[in-house]
Structure formats: C-alpha cells, structure tokens
T-cell receptor, first 120, second 109 residues
Framework: GAVVSQHPSWVICKSGTSVKIECRSLDFQATTMFWYRQFPKQSLMLMATSNEGSKATYEQGVEKDKFLINHASLTLSTLTVTSAHPEDSSFYIC????????????????FGPGTRLLVL | DAKTTQPNSMESNEEEPVHLPCNHSTISGTDYIHWYRQLPSQGPEYVIHGLTSNVNNRMASLAIAEDRKSSTLILHRATLRDAAVYYCIPGGSQGNLIFGKGTKLSVKP
C-alpha cells in the first residue's frame, strides 16, 4: 500500500521558535497533500490543502502566515509553525492522495504517522 | 459537505462481528463513502470506500443502503487490534476529507 512518512515524530520547542515538519510520500507521487491538526480527545481538523507547485489553500480560521506550507516536489510537503506558542501544541498529521489510485471523488488518502509538537 | 452521525462508542467481544453504523442523509449523488480508522497516537488508516454497491476487502465489508443515506462498516471478526476510532466520511468534491467525531470501538478479550 501507499506509504507516507513524517519527520520528526515528536518535537519539543521553546515558545517563540519555529518548527518545521516534513511529510513525504515514499512510493508514489502526490500532487495534493493535506495537513491536519488534532487536539487531545478531539477529531482531526483540516488545516490546509497543499498542491505541488502552487500556494496552499487554508481552511477558515487557520492563519497562513503562522502555518507556512511548502509543496516543492511531488513527494514532499513541509509545514512550518512559526513563532510557536503553547496553544500550538498538538498532533499534526499529513496525508497524501495518490492521483493514480481510484477515480474522481474516490479521494483515498494515505496518512502519515503524525508529529507530536509540544511548545514550552 | 455531507454531515454524518455515528454512535460515540461501541463495544465488541473479540472474534465476534461488529457492525458500525453511519448516517449520511445529505450525501450527494457523486460522493463516495469512505471509512478510516485511527488507532491511539497514530495517523488514520484507510479501511474501505464505496459508492452504491456493497464492498469487501481484506479488512472489512461496507454495506451501503439503497438510498445511500446510511452505511454500515462490518468487521467480521473483531480482534484487539481493531480497537480504534472509526470515521465515516462522505467524499468531498474538493478532494478533502472532513472528519467527524467517529465511533470509538472497544474490543473485549
């Protein structure tokens, strides 16, 4: 099956610093990747849609200047949390869609293992 | 995006079948019904998806109502490793998946 990796798996940082999280599709090329955030005991919340070679589309309420997304290649998208604060502590999960699996609207996504961010 | 209704939680005994229901009465005609599950501290895992016909794969079966307003995920023999939160998600036209609260499945030995 399709494999998506994330790095790092967990990170602890000081308030005010920036943290970069990488999302890679290992055995397929992903024109579209998605970034989610999950707080404890809550469901996943879609943050943004990342399209290779173009600007990301952010969901309502997600600050694009705080959560910088770069999708420079078909196998890599990065999320940078800038000037992180304790309230940004969360579980960040990416997913990727393989355009050659399934037809229109089938939209099967393959998820990474997640990155746990703790901001002190 | 179509709204979904799932039980907050369900319990099952190991090696017994489990039927996880989902109501999606506002689903559009072209939206697939996707099921994902999330084990503790992991990213979600694809389980199965379908449009109109019932679907089977190595993990589960998906029974879709004739009017498509509901579906049921069937785990034929639950194992302890099936304990997870199961999400029923009608496919979005934008290509994104909007997760609801899902059903937390507990499996008792």
């Amino acid at each position: 099956g399709a494999v998506v990796s994330q790095h790092p798996s967990w990170v602890i940082c000081k308030s005010g610093t920036s943290v970069k999280i990488e999302c890679r599709s290992l055995d397929f090329q992903a024109t579209t990747m998605f970034w989610y955030r999950q707080f404890p005991k809550q469901s996943l919340m879609l943050m943004a849609t990342s399209n290779e070679g173009s600007k990301a589309t952010y969901e309502q309420g997600v600050e694009k200047d705080k959560f910088l997304i770069n999708h420079a290649s078909l196998t890599l998208s990065t999320l940078t949390v800038t000037s992180a604060h304790p309230e940004d502590s969360s579980f960040y999960i990416c997913s990727a869609r393989d355009p050659f699996r399934g037809g229109p609207n089938q939209e099967t996504q393959y998820f990474g293992p997640g990155t746990r961010l703790l901001v002190l | 995006d179509a709204k979904t209704t799932q039980p907050n939680s369900m319990e099952s005994n190991e090696e017994e079948p489990v039927h996880l229901p989902c109501n999606h009465s506002t689903i559009s005609g072209t939206d697939y019904i996707h099921w994902y599950r999330q084990l503790p501290s992991q990213g979600p895992e694809y389980v199965i998806h379908g449009l109109t016909s019932n679907v089977n794969n190595r993990m589960a079966s998906l029974a879709i109502a004739e009017d498509r307003k509901s579906s049921t995920l069937i785990l034929h023999r639950a194992t302890l490793r099936d304990a997870a939160v199961y999400y029923c998600i009608p496919g979005g036209s934008q290509g994104n998946l909007i997760f609801g609260k899902g059903t937390k499945l507990s499996v008792k030995p």
